[in-house]
Nanobody, 116 residues
Framework: QVQLVESGGGLVQPGGSLRLSCAASGSIKSINAMGWYRRAPGKERELVAVITSGGRTNYADSVKGRFTISRDSAKNTVYLQMSTLTPEDTAVYYC??????????WGQGTQVTVAS
């Protein structure tokens, strides 16, 4: 069994910042890519950002320049620093990880609401 636990969501004003964290625990042999997805109301889930075990990153066009993904491999933790938030960033944010032996593992989600 493996668990992914997200934290750091909440309510923030437009233009503000938040940092999300996701810690993996359990029977982990290794972790390859880790990433963040989000699902906004009435929309499909979309990839926000991903980081490989080697540190390569990829971002959705809508968040490039505003969001930064990073990871602490020693802590099995991935972070998402979000800046210059807009109401369009309001969504439930989910952590995803390619964990051996549990590929495509998901967290329970954390709500991010951007409103004045």
């Amino acid at each position: 069994q493996v668990q992914l636990v997200e934290s750091g969501g909440g309510l923030v004003q437009p233009g503000g910042s938040l940092r999300l964290s996701c810690a993996a625990s359990g029977s982990i042999k290794s972790i390859n890519a880790m990433g963040w997805y989000r699902r906004a109301p009435g929309k499909e889930r979309e990839l926000v950002a991903v980081i490989t075990s080697g540190g390569r990153t990829n971002y959705a066009d809508s968040v490039k320049g505003r969001f930064t993904i990073s990871r602490d491999s020693a802590k099995n933790t991935v972070y998402l620093q979000m800046s210059t938030l807009t109401p369009e960033d309001t969504a439930v944010y989910y952590c995803n990880a390619d964990i051996r032996p549990y590929p495509d593992s998901w967290g329970q989600g954390t709500q991010v609401t951007v409103a004045s």
